[in-house]
């Protein structure tokens, strides 16, 4: 699978990617309570990783992504990307890629992808170059000229996939981004999405309610509690790669889903 075109190669061993999040808190202030949505978590991300966090509704797993994103700013603590804080969101470091496609339905799927670099003002024909690249990587070669509408709803965030991947972020955040799809589109696209983190190199901070997309994707995975959120255990999935269907059955497998789902337990 080769690399985006016109894109600085992830060079192994550099700082790209490396996130280092140190005692951080988030605290809502709202009209009648102050309410603390996570608690001194510490986490240190090396690059390239694959990390999924985990944990019961409401423990701050969206929080902690859009701190990590530079759409909110913590209220104790750390947080540093490529070794720098991030005040607000920067697309050359960090690309974050939500539940709901939200694609413009009004832009064919070329467009769409196009959008972020359009609007840093890339010219049309780099930024065409790079759309069709990126949709390619995804495995929609030959549908860029196709709305939203004429597209499934895989399809539509493998569009979103590519607009994230568009600008070669060396982070990416991934916020329940198969939810809505049905389990055989999930389980294809999260084979595609290991495919082409496999080939770009990027660390990615994925969260998921689904245990076994957590174990079957992850090389580490992050439980947090109930809220106020904290990280409750941090385990390292040793299973090879490439993970193959045969695994989510095998004794290993099913030990790492226990372990995550006792805590989850304790936590609901
Ligand atoms: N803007 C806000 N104002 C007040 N409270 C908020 C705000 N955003 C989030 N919260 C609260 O912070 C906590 C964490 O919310 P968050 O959305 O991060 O949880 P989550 O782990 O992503 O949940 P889910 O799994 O349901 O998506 C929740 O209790 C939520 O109600
Ligand atoms: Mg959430």
Redesign the pocket.
Known sequence: MQPLANVTPFKPGSRAGAIQISNVG?V???ATQD?V??SDVSLDIKPGRFVVLV????????????MLAGL?QQTSGTILINEAPIPQPDPNRVGVIFQEPSLFPWLTAEENVEFPLALRRIPRSDRRAKAVDALKLVGLEGFGKRHPHELSGGMKQRVSIARGLVQDPPVLLM??PFAALDEQTRMTMGDELLRIWAATGKTVVF?T?SLTEAVYLADEVVV?SA?P?RIVDHLTISLPRPRTYEMLGGETFGTLRDRIWRHIRKSA
Not at 55 to 66: D, H, V, W
Request: aromatic share 4%; net charge positive.
């Open positions: 988030q809502f202030k709202t309410v949505a996570l944990g019961p509704s409401g423990c701050g797993k969206s929080t902690l992504l859009m909110r916020d329940e969260v309610h947090m809220r959120g």
